[in-house]
Nanobody, 123 residues
Framework: VQLQASGGGLVQAGESLRLSCIAS????????VGWFRQAPAKEREFVSA????????LYADSVQGRFTISRDNAKNTVYLQMNSLRPEDTAIYYC?????????????????WGQGTLVTVSS
């Protein structure tokens, strides 16, 4: 499975962005998907995850209430709507396909990764 993340850009604090993750295979719809991010000089961290059917979602505490993950399996696409962005949200955002039907907070549960899209939030 190849994953293509897009939608990043430069925004001001308080603004919104929507990231997209498009998969190359329809079997993507059988798997959970996660978003992770890596800020400069920091370890990659979990952001959000969604189950194969969209019924179950997970969020990091730092984005809970501001970010919303969703998916459209007919389009092989997972979205991350990011509202009320903060400078500390600045990072490269990666999407990843889980080994199973449900995503998790652990990177070890994901076996396919996209190339990342850069989000920069200015204060």
């Amino acid at each position: 499975v190849q994953l293509q993340a897009s939608g990043g850009g430069l925004v001001q604090a308080g603004e919104s962005l929507r990231l997209s993750c498009i998969a190359s295979r329809r079997t993507f719809s059988n798997n959970g998907v996660g978003w992770f991010r890596q800020a400069p000089a920091k370890e990659r961290e979990f952001v959000s995850a969604i189950s194969w059917n969209g019924a179950s979602t997970l969020y990091a505490d730092s984005v809970q209430g501001r970010f919303t993950i969703s998916r459209d399996n007919a389009k092989n696409t997972v979205y991350l709507q990011m509202n009320s962005l903060r400078p500390e949200d600045t990072a490269i955002y990666y999407c990843a396909s889980a080994r199973r039907a449900y995503g998790s907070r652990g990177e070890y549960d994901y076996n396919y990764w996209g190339q990342g899209t850069l989000v920069t939030v200015s204060s």
